[in-house]
């Protein structure tokens, strides 16, 4: 009888494995945010040598998980980008004229076959709020 070894998960892994437990333990958006009809989230990546990967949009509506956080689009990075203070600081915002934010953010996670450098990930996000009321 041969046993299998157990194999230890990677960091990444791990990191993936908790980010997943997050967003189901996140509350829905229409109990965080209760006046929000509508969150749409659009992200565009740039900072590499070689093609950037695809933009991303994501729409957020009431029933939705209130997680904002992404996984860095780089199959060799680590990192991720959490925009849930943006987004509660737009939530937050009562006037009628604030329904959008946009920022950037860099990565601050590090490729895996660059570990004994320490090089960070080049990968820099550029983010676009847009917020629709329930009326």
Not at 41 to 48: P, R, S
Not at 110 to 128: D, I
Request: aromatic share 8%; hydrophobic share 35%.
């Amino acid at each position: 009888m041969k046993l299998t070894s157990r194999k230890l998960p990677t960091f990444g892994e791990q990191r993936r494995a908790g980010r997943q437990n997050d967003r189901l333990q996140a509350p829905a958006m229409r109990s965080r945010y209760a006046d929000v009809a509508k969150l749409q989230i659009d992200l565009n990546f740039a900072g590499m040598s070689r093609p950037p990967p695809s933009p991303q949009s994501h729409s957020y509506y009431p029933p939705a998980r209130a997680f904002f956080r992404f996984a860095c689009p780089c199959s060799e990075c680590d990192g991720e980008f959490d925009l849930s203070a943006s987004v509660a600081a737009l939530a937050e915002m009562k006037q009628p004229s604030a329904r959008t934010a946009s920022g950037r953010l860099g990565c601050e996670g590090m490729h895996f076959r660059e570990r004994a450098t320490a090089a960070p990930c080049p990968m820099v996000l550029s983010w676009r709020l847009v917020l629709v009321r329930a009326d």
